[in-house]
């Protein structure tokens, strides 16, 4: 069929997931943890170690890696918690699973991410609240200023949890993105940039964090012969089988990342010559970004009129799959009523903003559809 779907990111096999899913089964492996789950968590610590040794805690979602993450700070209620408002509900519902009141940070320019002179000025306003936690988010796989939200952080001595979900293989002055804060939270979904189908990871250089992690994720159980449990836990780690997958697509992460930088810039050679067009980019070589999606702002004061729905609608007819950025946190229904701090900037990258089809995986038939139909809406 000439006109089968293009996704906006698909997932994309190496070949060895068969193999490790296969040896689960050959070995009667199948039930919740394993050795696919050990290989895999040594796998994610081996790339995120930088300068220590980091922990990994495989998980079913990353989500779930939050939620523990909040759990192991004792986030609850009548505590808050301070979120990039830029991002999947993912990063601000376990907020709300505790009870803790949440308080949204607007982003910068650069990078789209957290902005450490609005953190600043809602940390000054909440010092004398019980903030437990500050939650940026490498959002579409670009880096966030750390060094300048670890200033802020450290400054009014309140923790890190990192939202790495979209940043594996992204560093920041050489760093791993997932290693500048106290914990951090990976996703593999099974549209990022290696996938398990579904799961997540909860990752720190504090073994004792994620000993703790473990422990709530699979139930809180009590050492004893019998079932006994002391606190509440939660089914949250990560099967043998599903873990087999992610040690198949660990050996192929490099390989993700260079395909996914390498559409990014196809994209930018399309556009280059085109008004109106901005793409998410690395502010200096100090950043790298795996560019999980390639994101753009469509500016239709510059481009004689066309706009973001305008050009994700001309996807959508050719039956190609694009998608707005996030909806600031901060809009959302759920949410009406909390706190923000900052501009305003997300609202404006949510109203212009869109993610480009961005599979590692996408061929160059597919390629010359996505660009026959941005061409008809810019270009003619």
């Known amino acids: 069929m000439d006109n089968y779907k293009i996704w906006l990111s698909s997932p994309h096999m190496g070949g060895a ?18 050795p696919n789950v050990n290989q895999f968590e040594e796998a994610i610590s081996l790339v995120l170690s930088y300068s220590t040794a980091y922990h990994t805690a495989a998980l079913t979602s990353g989500t779930a890696a939050l939620h523990l993450a909040l759990r192991v700070l004792n986030v609850e209620a009548g505590d808050v918690v301070m979120v990039q408002s830029f991002t999947f509900c993912g990063s601000t519902n376990p ?30 306003d909440f010092k004398d609240k019980n903030v437990k936690a500050i939650i940026p988010v490498h959002l579409y796989g ?12 450290d400054l009014y001595q309140v ?13 920041y002055f050489n760093q791993p993105c997932g290693t500048f804060g106290l914990m951090s939270a990976l996703s593999f979904n099974g549209n990022k940039i290696i996938t398990t189908s579904g799961g ?10 994620i000993d703790l992690a473990r422990f709530l994720a699979t139930q809180a159980r009590d050492e004893a012969p019998h079932y006994q449990h002391s606190q509440i836990g939660y089914n949250y780690r990560m099967s043998n089988i599903v873990a087999g997958i992610g040690r198949g697509q660990m050996e192929v992460l490099d390989e993700r990342v260079s395909q996914r930088r390498a559409n990014n810039q196809r994209y930018r050679n399309f556009f280059k010559g085109i008004s109106g067009i901005t793409f998410q ?5 100090d950043y790298f970004s795996n560019y999980w999606l390639t994101a753009i702002l469509i500016d239709p004061t510059l481009n004689g009129g066309i706009s973001r729905e305008d050009a994700r609608l001309a996807l959508e007819a050719e039956n ?4 707005p950025l996030w909806k600031p946190m901060h809009l959302q229904p759920v949410y009406k009523g909390a706190k923000f701090y900052g501009s305003g ?34 270009k003619n």
């Open 17 to 34: 997931e068969v193999k490790y899913v296969k040896e689960a089964f050959d070995t009667n492996w199948v039930a919740p943890l394993g």
């Open 95 to 124: 907020v709300s699973y505790q009870g803790a009141e949440i308080v949204f940070i607007d982003s910068e320019s650069e990078t789209w991410n957290m902005c450490s002179k609005a953190l600043i000025q809602a940390l000054e």
């Open 142 to 153: 670009m880096p966030a200023k750390m060094n300048e939200i670890k200033a802020v952080a």
């Open 159 to 171: 923790p890190i949890i990192e939202d790495a979900a979209e940043a594996l293989g992204s560093t």
């Open 200 to 209: 997540g990871a909860l990752v720190s250089k504090e073994k004792k964090i």
């Open 281 to 285: 980019t690395e502010p200096n070589t």
């Open 320 to 323: 190609i799959e694009s998608r």
């Open 345 to 378: 900037l997300c609202e404006k990258l949510f109203e212009q903003g869109l993610c480009l089809p961005s599979g590692s995986n996408l061929t160059e038939d597919e390629f010359d559809r996505i660009f026959t139909a941005l061409t008809k809406i810019f």
